[in-house]
């Protein structure tokens, strides 16, 4: 009798894994795994095929191989290289200021107590704006003649630059119409994390008389660090890959300033019908990414192993 | 008492940085509004007109001569079935890689990978497999191939997926386990305490994600761009046509972009309320 009581009050091991948790966890995969293999594969082998043959489209499409040549010119390729610098200086900047403010603007309406719902609608409310529509649209808002920018800013006795046209600025303007894109998309999962957070930690550091410092310190950010490394990565990724602001908004002026990879990647592809060349920066570009978030991404892994396995 | 003061000085600060945030943000949002009701003669002017005779003649244009209202009704058709296919899919998927981490994080990883393709390079060859089985009796029947809603939907649904199980794998992690296991011990399968104990729980992760999906395919213009010619068009491919040569029609943008950012805004209204921590959320976590 008496093992037979301890085995049951005596909790299942937790590290491990029976088979039928193993299949489990596989059928749920399953389904959405079989279409991602499908459609990302594929056009990742139709790729690679392409990156080793000559492609022109204008002059009979897909021909012989090549071998490694067009990985060659690619890295020899001077304009490569700039709309890749282009690339991390816009990605760079926009993070930071999208991460920062997106934060920031999280925590002021998480602390607010009067009209939260409302607030959170209308932070949001970009996002739910097209880039393809509202880049076209901002041309206008950025106009040097009848943007309503330089009318406000004129006064206010301020000077009116030419947003797009002046070659220092471009850069710039992309990045405040990016940040006014995705700020609330960092805000709103930074407020969904806030919220899901558990409230006793909070509640006895502020028993302890914990200064708010301290708890943002100590408790707040750390259990909000896997919401954190999400949206940063998320966002860097889409950073990286900027195209549609680049294509409505600059179409990569003041002369090349705003000309990110992807939209030289486009040109390349779908207007100059180099596929072979647009293969090949698709899959460097990939690559370096992939390289780069791997190290990122690690800790964040490990901590999803550790959780899953602490079962 | 001198506490209390200290707060509401804070409070006041607090809504003040709010207001300067929400007017920074609304702005252009509403001078796009009040663009869609300007006359041409009223747009391309120095200094702006605040106060001008509104006219829908915008309106009138968009939906006239740009067939708004087919483009409107397949870009609803295909955000909103590809998002209930990415809820489906994902929500499976992210439970299963936050519970029992099939793959040791290699296969999470991997997911993410497809989206740092970039999409431009993608697209191609989805034509050309769209086009394939747009020839094929499958294809017909369900309506995948160039031109066809079917062709939106599964890239759709391909592209959002490795983003919503992303961001729904944290939302699962910060349930409680013990809750699972109780509710095993009650006699609920693994299913019932999937669907039962685990998705309600998640429901704000759920909502969030929703809202992305259908807003994500809702505004894609690239994929729509390349896979539809006429019958299967988007609203933000829609709008390309207001490039003339008299240069951008600001007054149809504004108006296109406006019908076209209305039911998003009704969307989002609609599942703010789920995004709110629920109260099981709070009591469970007490």
């Not at chain 1, 090549?66 to 001077?78: C, E, I, K, Q």
């Not at chain 1, 996002?127 to 309503?148: E, I, K, N, Q, S």
């Not at chain 1, 003041?254 to 293969?279: I, K």
């Not at chain 2, 394939?132 to 939907?153: E, H, R, S, W, Y």
Request: aromatic share 14%; charged share 15%.
């Amino acid at each position: 009798m008496e093992p037979a009581v301890i085995t049951q009050t005596k909790p299942i091991p937790r590290t491990q894994k029976t088979v039928s948790d193993k299949w489990y966890a596989f059928w749920l995969i399953a389904p959405a795994m079989a279409i991602i293999l499908f459609f990302a594969l594929v056009p990742l082998f139709y790729a690679v095929d392409v990156s080793f043959r000559h492609a022109d489209l204008t002059m009979g499409g897909l021909q012989g191989w090549v071998g490694l040549n067009n990985y060659r010119a690619m890295l020899h390729d001077a304009k490569f290289w700039e709309t890749v610098k282009t690339t991390v200086v816009f990605t760079f900047f926009a993070i930071v200021v999208e991460m920062v403010l997106g934060v920031a603007v999280a925590f002021l309406i998480y602390g607010a107590t009067v009209g939260k719902g409302i607030i959170r609608s209308l932070v949001i409310l970009p996002l739910a704006t097209a880039p393809a529509v509202t880049g076209l649209f901002w041309r206008y808002l950025y106009d040097l003649d009848f943007g309503p920018f330089n009318y406000f800013l004129g006064l206010l006795h301020l000077p009116q630059p030419n947003w797009l046209g002046d070659i220092h600025l471009g850069m710039t303007s992309l990045i405040i119409f990016d940040t006014w894109l995705w700020m609330p998309f960092v805000t709103l999962i930074v407020l969904a994390g806030l919220q899901s957070l558990p409230k006793e930690p909070f509640e006895a550091a502020e028993l302890d008389g914990a200064s708010t410092f301290r708890v943002m310190r100590k408790l707040t950010f750390p259990m909000l660090s896997p919401v954190l490394t999400l949206v940063f990565i998320l966002r860097t990724i889409d950073c990286l890959r900027l195209y549609d602001s680049v294509a409505t908004l600059t179409r990569g002026a003041p002369g090349d300033t705003t000309e990110t990879m992807t939209y030289y990647l486009y040109r390349q592809g779908l207007v100059f019908f180099r596929m072979d060349f647009a293969s090949t920066m698709a899959l460097l570009f990939m690559f370096a990414v992939i390289v780069a978030s791997g190290f990122a991404l690690r800790p964040l892994l490990a901590r999803l192993a550790q959780r899953a396995g602490s079962r | 008492m001198l506490q209390q003061k200290d707060s509401k000085i804070g409070e006041i600060l607090r809504y003040a940085i709010i207001v300067i945030v929400l007017a920074a943000v609304l702005f252009p949002i509403a001078w796009l509004l009040l663009t869609s009701f300007k006359a041409e003669a009223d747009i391309r002017v120095s200094p702006p007109h605040f106060l001008f005779t509104p006219t829908f003649e915008n309106y009138l244009y968009v939906f006239q001569k740009a067939n708004f209202l087919s483009f409107i009704g397949n870009t609803l058709l295909d955000a909103g079935v590809s998002t209930i296919f990415v809820i489906v899919l994902s929500s499976l998927a992210a439970y299963s890689f936050a519970r029992y981490n099939p793959g040791g994080g290699n296969i999470l990883f991997f997911i993410l990978t497809t989206k740092m393709f970039p999409a431009i390079a993608v697209v191609l060859p989805y034509f050309l497999i769209f086009k394939t089985i747009g020839n094929t009796a499958v294809g017909k029947f369900l309506q995948i191939g160039l031109d066809k809603p079917g062709a939106l939907i599964i890239s759709y649904t391909m592209f959002n997926l490795p983003f919503a199980i992303w961001l729904m794998v944290s939302f699962f992690q910060d349930i409680p386990r013990e809750l699972e296991d109780s509710a095993r011990l009650d006699g609920y399968n693994r299913l019932q305490v999937l669907r039962r104990v685990v998705l309600p729980l998640a429901s704000p992760g759920i909502a969030v994600t929703a809202i992305f999906c259908l807003i994500f395919s809702w505004n894609e213009f690239l994929f729509a761009y390349v896979l539809t010619r006429t019958t299967a068009r988007t609203i933000t491919v829609g709008v390309e046509s207001f490039f003339t040569l008299r240069g951008i029609l600001w007054g149809p943008v504004a108006a296109a972009a406006t019908i076209s950012v209305v039911p998003m805004l009704i969307f989002v209204l609609i599942l703010q309320r789920y995004m709110v921590r629920g109260l099981t959320f709070g009591a469970v976590r007490g």
